[in-house]
């Protein structure tokens, strides 16, 4: 074989990335997912993870998923329209729906499936979405897959997005205004009450992404619209259940009618496998932990003040954080990949981000801590982070005081 591949393209770009100092090795996790975690040989603190409340390697939930496989088997056998639908993934979504004080609720395979298949189902081309500029690239590709226009407004700016909403008046077809509750890289919360009176002022419907608000934010963990109080004025509520929950799956609870649509039309339901038996079990089961143990909710946020009191009384800048998401802000992308690389060497496993995921010049290291994270984990870590940033010169210009 002399032909060239046609794919060589691809090895220039990696080689691009690699002298950028932006090519990334996977890093492999060879324990249970843990505050402290074995990595490529290594145990480190692990500030990488969306395990908020401990959930993903609890026993009540490892031992409700051998009990599932046990009787159900490993796979469900088909999509869910299909022979797919087990009893288990009903009641899960019966679970879920009481949870949120909703009518209704459908479960995806992902929260990446459950953005992107919904949006894409409910809207045409006729149709104009109103989008955060900082939402999730899942909500990001349904607004393409839908093919309406998109109207993006600044960041968390209320009065940016009525202004989009005013343009729109009068003019034919569905609105859709969209934002993630928690954003995922920066850590601040969804301004909800602003957009929701907006959307009830111009006829809108009203959606968040709960992804990183389930299980962190509202009684219990049930997300930004019991944190705001805002029942029955969101029309479409996204939540995960692959952070928090500790397992995977995304689901959309809302109005009855709502749901049977999206049995209907949203293609990651209609076209895609359900999830096993197992799965829906530890969800289950997850649910379970957090209505009966919301003291794990009160452990994350004050391990999420410490953490951050301690980073800021050491002169590193969090960016705008309102929740356990911590970002430090670094500037570029090769200096967010080797502050990541270095801290590992020294025990601690913090994920470095850089273009596309985050904008330009934003690039940092993105900390998420547990509610599972002792006190002295979280000691160990500040310093650790904190000398590392001495070194690389990062504190001096990552801390913009006040
Ligand atoms: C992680 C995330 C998702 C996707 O959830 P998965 O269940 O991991 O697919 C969607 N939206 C936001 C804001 C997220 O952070």
């Given at each position: 074989?002399?032909?060239?591949?046609?794919?060589?393209?691809?090895?220039?770009?990696?080689?691009?990335?690699?002298?950028?100092?932006?090519?990334?090795?996977?890093?492999?996790?060879?324990?249970?997912?843990?505050?402290?975690?074995?990595?490529?040989?290594?145990?480190?603190?692990?500030?990488?993870?969306?395990?908020?409340?401990?959930?993903?390697?609890?026993?009540?939930?490892?031992?409700?998923?051998?009990?599932?496989?046990?009787?159900?088997?490993?796979?469900?056998?088909?999509?869910?329209?299909?022979?797919?639908?087990?009893?288990?993934?009903?009641?899960?979504?019966?679970?879920?729906?009481?949870?949120?004080?909703?009518?209704?609720?459908?479960?995806?395979?992902?929260?990446?499936?459950?953005?992107a298949?919904?949006?894409?189902?409910?809207?045409?081309?006729?149709?104009?979405?109103?989008?955060?500029?900082?939402?999730?690239?899942?909500?990001?590709?349904?607004?393409?897959?839908?093919k309406?226009?998109?109207?993006?407004?600044?960041?968390?700016?209320?009065?940016?997005?009525?202004?989009?909403?005013?343009?729109?008046?009068?003019v034919?077809?569905?609105?859709?205004?969209?934002?993630?509750?928690?954003?995922?890289?920066d850590?601040?919360?969804?301004?909800?009450?602003?957009?929701?009176?907006?959307?009830?002022?111009?006829?809108?419907?009203?959606m968040v992404?709960?992804?990183?608000?389930?299980?962190?934010?509202?009684?219990?963990?049930?997300?930004?619209?019991?944190?705001?109080?805002?029942?029955?004025?969101?029309?479409?509520?996204?939540?995960?259940?692959?952070?928090?929950?500790?397992?995977?799956?995304?689901?959309?609870?809302?109005?009855?009618?709502?749901?049977?649509?999206?049995?209907?039309?949203?293609?990651?339901?209609?076209?895609?496998?359900?999830?096993?038996?197992?799965?829906?079990?530890?969800?289950?089961?997850?649910?379970?932990?957090?209505?009966?143990?919301?003291?794990?909710?009160?452990?994350?946020?004050?391990?999420?003040?410490?953490?951050?009191?301690?980073?800021?009384?050491?002169?590193?800048?969090?960016?705008?954080?309102?929740s356990?998401?911590?970002?430090?802000?670094v500037?570029?992308?090769?200096?967010?990949?080797?502050?990541?690389?270095?801290?590992?060497?020294?025990?601690?496993?913090?994920?470095?981000?850089?273009?596309?995921?985050?904008?330009?010049?934003?690039?940092?290291?993105?900390?998420?801590?547990?509610?599972?994270?002792?006190?002295?984990?979280?000691?160990?870590?500040?310093g650790?982070?904190?000398?590392?940033?001495?070194?690389?010169?990062?504190?001096?210009?990552?801390?913009?005081?006040?």
């Open positions: 074989m002399t032909r060239p591949s046609a794919l060589s393209y691809l090895t220039e770009q990696l080689e691009a990335w690699k002298k950028a100092g932006t090519y990334q090795r996977l890093r492999e996790l060879e324990s249970a997912c843990e505050p402290v975690s074995k990595f490529d040989g290594k145990e480190v603190i692990n500030l990488a993870s969306n395990n908020y409340l401990g959930l993903a390697n609890h026993p009540k939930l490892v031992e409700a998923e051998c009990a599932a496989a046990r009787k159900y088997g490993a796979g469900s056998g088909a999509v869910r329209t299909i022979s797919g639908t087990m009893e288990l993934h009903l009641e899960l979504e019966r679970r879920i729906a009481a949870f949120k004080h909703v009518e209704a609720c459908v479960v995806f395979q992902s929260g990446f499936a459950a953005n298949g919904t949006v894409a189902a409910i809207l045409t081309p006729e149709d104009h979405i109103i989008s955060d500029e900082l939402n999730h690239a899942s909500i990001i590709d349904g607004c393409r897959l839908s309406a226009k998109i109207h993006v407004f600044r960041h968390r700016d209320a009065a940016h997005a009525e202004e989009r909403l005013k343009a729109l008046e009068g034919a077809g569905h609105k859709l205004l969209i934002t993630d509750g928690v954003f995922s890289m850590g601040d919360i969804g301004i909800l009450p602003e957009l929701t009176a907006l959307a009830e002022k111009y006829g809108a419907i009203m992404d709960d992804a990183h608000a389930s299980g962190v934010l509202g009684r219990n963990g049930r997300g930004t619209v019991d944190h705001f109080n805002l029942h029955g004025r969101v029309d479409v509520q996204v939540g995960t259940l692959s952070k928090a929950v500790g397992v995977l799956g995304g689901y959309v609870c809302g109005s009855r009618d709502l749901i049977e649509f999206l049995y209907h039309r949203a293609r990651p339901f209609l076209f895609s496998t359900s999830h096993p038996p197992a799965v829906a079990a530890a969800c289950l089961a997850a649910f379970d932990i957090l209505e009966q143990e919301p003291e794990r909710i009160e452990q994350l946020w004050k391990n999420t003040r410490f953490f951050q009191d301690g980073l800021h009384a050491n002169g590193l800048s969090t960016g705008d954080s309102q356990p998401i911590t970002p430090i802000m500037g570029e992308a090769a200096t967010a990949h080797a502050f990541s690389r270095s801290l590992f060497d020294e025990g601690v496993f913090a994920t470095g981000l850089g273009y596309p995921t985050v904008p330009q010049g934003k690039a940092r290291i993105r900390t998420i801590v547990t509610s599972a994270h002792s006190r002295e984990m979280l000691e160990r870590a500040i650790i982070i904190t000398s590392v940033a001495k070194r690389m010169n990062i504190l001096a210009s990552a801390s913009v005081p006040g």
